[in-house]
């Protein structure tokens, strides 16, 4: 199985490397890193934003591998939160695309 990644991000390609090893169907997958554009701000500053980034990576890197079987996309962006310090927080969306549907992780 081969699974194409939407960043080059060392940090977020060992993440998904590592949850791909604890699923038995996946562990053998072998993974492509893709430096692909989110087609959002370099800061995402919504939940919309923060996932459609997420999305876009995933598709974007599932179109430039040519026979993978799954892509991620990771995103992390900044939510309004009420009582907080700064008022934001930090989030990651993860979207796992398969061609067809796209699924969606926080």
Same mark, same amino acid.
């Given at each position: 199985?081969?699974i194409?990644?939407? =960043?080059? $991000?060392?940090?977020?390609?060992?993440?998904?490397?590592?949850?791909?090893?604890?699923?038995?169907?996946?562990a053998?997958?072998?993974?492509?890193?893709?430096?692909? /554009?989110?087609?959002?701000?370099?800061?995402?500053?919504?939940?919309e934003?923060?996932v459609?980034?997420?999305?876009?990576?995933?598709? $974007?890197? !599932?179109?430039?591998?040519?026979?993978?079987? *799954?892509? !991620?996309?990771?995103?992390?962006g900044?939510i309004?939160v009420? *009582? =907080?310090?700064?008022?934001y927080? /930090?989030?990651?969306?993860?979207?796992i *695309? /398969?061609?067809? $549907?796209?699924?969606?992780?926080?």
């Amino acid at each position: 199985m081969k699974i194409a990644i939407g =960043t080059k $991000n060392k940090v977020k390609v060992m993440a998904v490397e590592e949850t791909l090893r604890d699923y038995p169907h996946l562990a053998e997958s072998e993974s492509d890193a893709h430096a692909v /554009d989110s087609g959002v701000g370099g800061q995402p500053l919504s939940m919309e934003e923060t996932v459609r980034g997420a999305i876009n990576r995933a598709k $974007n890197a !599932f179109n430039e591998c040519t026979d993978c079987d *799954y892509s !991620f996309g990771i995103e992390s962006g900044l939510i309004e939160v009420p *009582y =907080t310090k700064s008022g934001y927080m /930090d989030v990651c969306m993860v979207a796992i *695309y /398969d061609g067809s $549907n796209t699924h969606l992780g926080m």
